[in-house]
């Protein structure tokens, strides 16, 4: 079968550009056959592409024989050159009246997955066939909101004076500890795919003062669940001269202007995922509870005992989402639940200024005051049973000057979740990667 070259057609128009003014002018879409329907002497193409849609119409008599006789199935990529024409009753008040048309690549016939937006798929099967399930309404909107997010954070924290770094995601040993870590194969040597840049945004704090970074991080847990990933897309931030609660008071200020971003940018989107009334601006301050308040909620409200130094269980979490559905912060951690380079507080060493960002059920970030002293951090890894030697490259950093410094890690997925109502993080992620899915 032989398919049209796309030869000297070019784009002159995205679908949301055709306005009222140009009617009476002749336009080149390109897209995918969203739907068509065939009332005998009336034919219809719904065209598609990244923004929206038109209609393409073809009338018997109107348009030339051959073209009337153009063939079409679901999802066929294609171009169309054509007048634009007011029409009341098409979508948009426009309509396209086609003097070519070129099939530039079709599809079978039968679609692993529904595209009219009748049904939905079920979610694996909807990954399977990933690129196809991209282009539904649904995920156009989550990831243009995606989208904004991103560049939401940039423009807010170089405003206010953050550099944006990268840090090497290939690292020489397993450095936190904690979390598991994917091995890699570095020429002779083992290497590891970085669960966080934690101790490179650190260092950089002694050069570029707040710094952030939007990248991946990879963490080797077998967690099924439908808030984890094996491959995560993580903000982070750290501030020099500053402590827990400067890091406190940007993240609350940084949410609060993303939302208002999206709301002013992407509300079409948020009506499509039926959140323009979820996702709404959130008051600042949050509230702070500590984690002992925490616990004790737990305890009195829902019967559920956490000794201190636990952790707080899924079903926990769960109960004190439905009490406390909106942003708070969770402080003041037990030092034995957090790492080596959270600082404890001088006069209750049991606690550490240490953060946790909930949104209802979840959480979002997890961060704290730093230890910046180096004899004190050689210290605190040999309390955590982890040997300075190991750390001597990062060590050797806090000989030249480091400043008090404080920071944070978000969860770009999580967050994602959040905004657009999402019952699985894999929907917020256009190629996820979980224990048990590789590909696509
Ligand atoms: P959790 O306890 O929920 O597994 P964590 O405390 O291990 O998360 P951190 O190491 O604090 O996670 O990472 C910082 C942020 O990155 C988290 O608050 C979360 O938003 C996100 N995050 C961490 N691990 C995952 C994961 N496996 N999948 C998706 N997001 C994650
Ligand atoms: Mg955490």
Redesign the pocket.
Known sequence: MSMDEMEDFRKTHYTKDIIPELIGKEVILGGWVQNYRDLGGLKFIILQDKFAERQITLKKGVVSNDLFDVKVGYQWNIMVKGIVKEFKKAPGGIEIIPSQIKILNKTPQKLPIDMTGETVSELDIRLDNRVLDLRSKKNQAIFRIRSEVINSIREFLLKNNFTEITTPKIIASATEGG?ELFPIIYFEEEAFLSQ?AQLYKEQLCSVFENVFEISPAF?A?K?HTK????E?F?LDVEMAFANMQDVLKLLEEMIQFIIKDIREKRLDDLKILNMENKTIVPKIPFPRYTYKEIIEKISTEFNINVEFGEDISTEAYRKLGEVLPGYYFIIDWPTSSKPFYIIPYKDKPELTESF?LQKGYL????GGTRVHNKEYLEKRLEEKDLNPISFESHLRMFDFGMPPHAGA???I??FITVLCGLDD?REAVMYPRTPDRLTP
């Open positions: 979390t966080s963490r847990e967690s808030r984890h990933l094996c995560i993580t946790d959480e979002l970030t997890s890690g978000l969860g997925d999580r993080i």
